[in-house]
T-cell receptor, first 115, second 112 residues
Framework: DSGVTQTPKHLITATGQRVTLRCSPR?????VYWYQQSLDQGLQFLIQ???????AKGNILERFSAQQFPDLHSELNLSSLELGDSALYFC??????????????FGEGSRLTVL | KNEVEQSPQNLTAQEGEFITINCSYS?????LHWLQQHPGGGIVSLFM???GKKKHGRLIATINIQEKHSSLHITASHPRDSAVYIC??????????????FGKGTLLTVNP
């Protein structure tokens, strides 16, 4: 058990819809990272938050947004969903995130299927 | 943009064999991560290294900064080592130190 909790584990929705994925980091970790894993693209970094503030952005689409709340949990919002958004979405946390990523602890992932 | 290449893509071994998985990257980095992903999908961080060598149990990771190359070795492999092993390069020229660029992974199958 990594200590990182992601919900929901599975989600099936239709094109055009909006979903929210939730992540609770390990106790005490200030950094939260979001990653997307699809069959054709593999793992890709989406975005990082550190203590409530966005710190780095990767290949995150404009239809996607994220935030980190004062209690350090994070949410990834995916809107106007397309078939190609079907993927596993991982959240990871680390106690670092100021100078580098540090050791990452991954959640079990949220599997999104867009029909 | 950092390109991360892993080899081999697939690897089948007999229990007890010594395993080597290679990772090369195209630009300088601040750290290199090795991850393990089991068939159920969960990802576990094995190593994060920026120089030299690290060892944890039967796993050894090495990195050569000058050659932009890292290797993951598994000694006395066991069927429970069967998983996808992914390397990820952190940072690099023009890149954020928080951005990981991932290799496509190596699927390791260890037969009893």
């Amino acid at each position: 058990d990594s200590g990182v909790t992601q919900t929901p584990k599975h989600l099936i929705t239709a094109t055009g819809q909006r979903v929210t994925l939730r992540c609770s980091p390990r106790s005490g970790d200030l950094s939260v990272y979001w990653y997307q894993q699809s069959l054709d693209q593999g793992l890709q970094f989406l975005i990082q938050y550190y203590n409530g503030e966005e710190r780095a952005k990767g290949n995150i689409l404009e239809r996607f947004s994220a935030q980190q709340f004062p209690d350090l949990h994070s949410e990834l919002n995916l809107s106007s969903l397309e078939l190609g958004d079907s993927a596993l979405y991982f959240c990871a946390s680390s106690s670092s995130g100021l100078l580098n990523t540090g050791e990452l602890f991954f959640g079990e992932g949220s599997r999104l299927t867009v029909l | 943009k950092n390109e991360v290449e892993q080899s081999p893509q697939n690897l089948t071994a007999q229990e007890g064999e010594f395993i080597t998985i290679n990772c090369s990257y195209s630009v300088g980095i601040s750290a290199l991560h090795w991850l393990q992903q089991h068939p159920g999908g969960g990802i576990v961080s094995l190593f994060m290294l920026s120089s030299g060598k690290k060892k944890h149990g039967r796993l050894i990771a090495t990195i050569n900064i000058q050659e932009k190359h890292s290797s993951l070795h598994i000694t006395a492999s066991h069927p429970r080592d069967s998983a996808v092993y992914i390397c990820a390069a952190e940072g690099g020229s023009g890149g954020s130190n928080y951005k990981l660029t991932f290799g496509k992974g190596t699927l390791l199958t260890v037969n009893p």
